[in-house]
């Protein structure tokens, strides 16, 4: 799932192809959104909160609704996309996972397979993103009060309490594994035992705010294919710290578990959900001649 650093770039690349442009095509496809038309509004700005993108465009001279904003969740698979407005749709990206397509005179803006879609009113944008804690990512950070939103839940796994968009707005499975795993920390561990949990919060900003400006997902300092992440995906390879094998469980409970990548060695403590079986790399080929008593290989859901 993409995480706020790859939502902030596509709010940013969005804001400079439509704001400030009058829309001149609107096609919503998404079912309850079949008959509304922005056509002829302006659009004012994107915004990122989060994993959330809005769109906010301007009342209609002749429509008394003011301002309204077209709220966009990327999910797992979601993507938007932005081409010269005329020119043909291009890539293996098909026709049938367009979700909106909205167009002023120079620019088209392609939103594909989007995982949410929603048109409010932007002064009642709250009732989409007022339960969001704060945006890891938004100018306005301030570490010491996301902090406090992670500290509140002494009991939770400081992983799941990551991943909870309630405490901090923008952090996915990537910048929890990976900075879990530079601060030593077991993702399973109880947010109480975190021995320095400000730093942890930290440094998940740090981490999410340079790949930002670098356009991918880097922790490692080397962005060569292969060498940029520490743990995530990386199950059954060894630790590039200590050479112990990587693994990966499942961390929370059904249906919103996700799954967690630590090194049992650099981050010691309890894990669950994990039976101890062999685990093939991400990605491995099937073996000619299975082995019975090997694991199958993990799919990243």
């Not at 839940?153 to 923008?170: V, W």
């Not at 929890?176 to 400000?198: H, I, K, Q, T, Y």
């Not at 000619?288 to 859901?301: D, N």
């Amino acid at each position: 799932m993409p995480e706020g650093d790859v939502v902030l770039r596509t709010a940013r690349r969005l804001h400079a192809a439509l704001a400030g442009k009058l829309l001149t095509r609107s096609d919503l496809r998404w079912p309850s959104l079949a008959t509304a038309d922005l056509t002829g509004r302006d659009v004012l700005e994107v915004v990122a909160v989060g994993k959330h993108l809005l769109i906010r465009v301007a009342g209609a001279a002749n429509q008394p609704d003011g301002g309204l904003t077209l709220h966009s969740h990327l999910r797992m698979d979601g993507s938007w996309h932005v081409h010269r407005t005329g020119e043909r749709w291009s890539g293996a990206r098909p026709e049938h996972g367009i979700r909106v397509i909205l167009a002023n005179q120079d620019w088209t803006a392609i939103g594909h397979r989007l995982g949410m879609l929603d048109l409010v009113s932007t002064a009642d944008e709250d009732s989409i993103v007022g339960h969001l804690g704060p945006d890891i990512l938004a100018p306005d950070w301030n570490p010491a009060t996301a902090t406090a939103r992670v500290a509140a839940h002494p009991d939770r796994s400081i992983g799941e309490t990551l991943l909870d968009q309630r405490a901090i707005a923008g952090i996915g499975t990537f910048y929890m594994s990976e900075a879990c795993f530079l601060r030593g920390v077991n993702p399973w561990l109880p947010v109480r035992e975190v021995g320095d949990l400000p730093a942890l919060v930290e440094l998940a900003h740090r981490l999410m705010t340079a790949n930002v400006e670098r356009g991918v997902q880097v922790t490692t300092g080397d962005a060569r294919r292969g060498q940029e992440q520490w743990v995530h995906s990386r199950s059954g390879r060894p630790c590039r710290r200590c050479r112990t094998t990587i693994r990966v469980a499942e961390l929370g409970l059904p249906p919103t578990q996700r799954a967690a990548f630590w090194c049992p060695s650099c981050q010691p403590g309890v894990v669950p959900t994990d039976a101890g079986a062999p685990q093939r790399p991400l990605g491995a080929g099937p073996r000619r001649r299975p082995v019975a008593s090997a694991a199958k290989p993990y799919r990243h859901p």
